[in-house]
């Protein structure tokens, strides 16, 4: 069995190899940037939430990334409709619940979509993804008021009622089916200075997923090699504008032996 490492350089190297085609529906805030995240790091984007086209669409797909982040009753109701497709297809649903715990709709939309379709990976901050759970959690906007580790006690619990994998990101990510829980260190703290890192985070975690059958791996590796990707941007970027574009040329640069070597994730 490979090493974690490995696996992050096998499923890099797959993407790269399979230009997986990902199906995002998506915040207009960043479309164009997690577009260009996915090229970079070699899968294929489509943007695309139109209720009469999102079936025909997600089944041309190998992935599907859910985020709610401009969130509207029409943009929910195309984001079940399509994962319902996904789903009989067996094709990997990623869900980024934004802002959950923020407002009723944020919240109330984001169980609705566990409700009603089969989410693979559901990737959030530490308070979004508490307020899947506790009514009495809240959000700062999309900001998280909780730390992953605050989440961690309740995370294998809570991935075994929702049959999903949690991936909660931070300063240190977690990755948890319920019965297995991963770490991954990678990053940097440019990454909080810019918006739409989580969302291309999730975007990520789509693309390794059509390479990657098993939820945990597949979500472990991409935030590891976001992550690393980030740690290189920081190299050269000497402030959070000159950050966001290192970022994509890291995610295009960085090779699968570099994120091999440079991958930092344990078992909790």
Not at 17 to 34: G, R
Not at 194 to 199: A, N, P, Q, R
Not at 260 to 267: E, G, K, P, Q, S
Request: overall charge negative.
């Amino acid at each position: 069995m490979a090493s974690l490492a490995e696996q992050a350089a096998i499923n890099l190297a797959a993407v790269r190899k399979e230009k997986p085609l990902v199906h995002n529906i998506t915040n207009f805030v960043v479309m164009n940037y997690t577009a260009n995240a996915l090229l970079c790091a070699g899968a294929s984007p489509v943007m695309a939430h139109a209720e009469n086209e999102v079936e025909e669409m997600v089944s041309l797909a190998r992935a599907l990334v859910l985020n709610i982040g401009t969130l509207t009753d029409a943009w929910v109701a195309s984001m079940i409709r399509a994962g319902k497709r996904a789903q009989e297809l067996d094709i990997p649903v990623i869900l980024d619940p934004v802002g959950s715990g923020a407002t009723t709709l944020r919240t109330r939309s984001a169980k609705q979509i566990l409700e009603n379709t089969s989410v693979r990976v559901l990737r959030g901050n530490a308070s979004e993804i508490l307020s899947l759970r506790d009514a009495d959690s809240k959000t700062k906007g999309v900001d998280a008021t909780h730390s992953v580790e605050d989440a961690a006690a309740m995370a294998e619990t809570l991935a075994l009622e929702l049959s999903t994998t949690l991936a909660i990101t931070g300063a240190v990510d977690l990755v948890t089916d319920g019965k297995r829980t991963v770490r991954a260190e990678n990053g940097h703290e440019l990454m909080g200075s810019v918006t739409g890192t989580g969302c291309t985070a999730t975007a990520l975690i789509g693309a390794f997923s059509a390479v990657d059958k098993d939820p945990v791996t597949a979500a472990a590796t991409a935030l590891a090699f976001f992550g690393a990707a980030g740690e290189e941007a920081a190299r050269s970027a000497a402030a959070p504008g000159s950050f966001m574009i290192a970022l994509l040329d890291a995610l295009y640069t960085l090779s699968p032996e570099t994120l091999r070597d440079r991958c930092r994730i344990r078992t909790a």
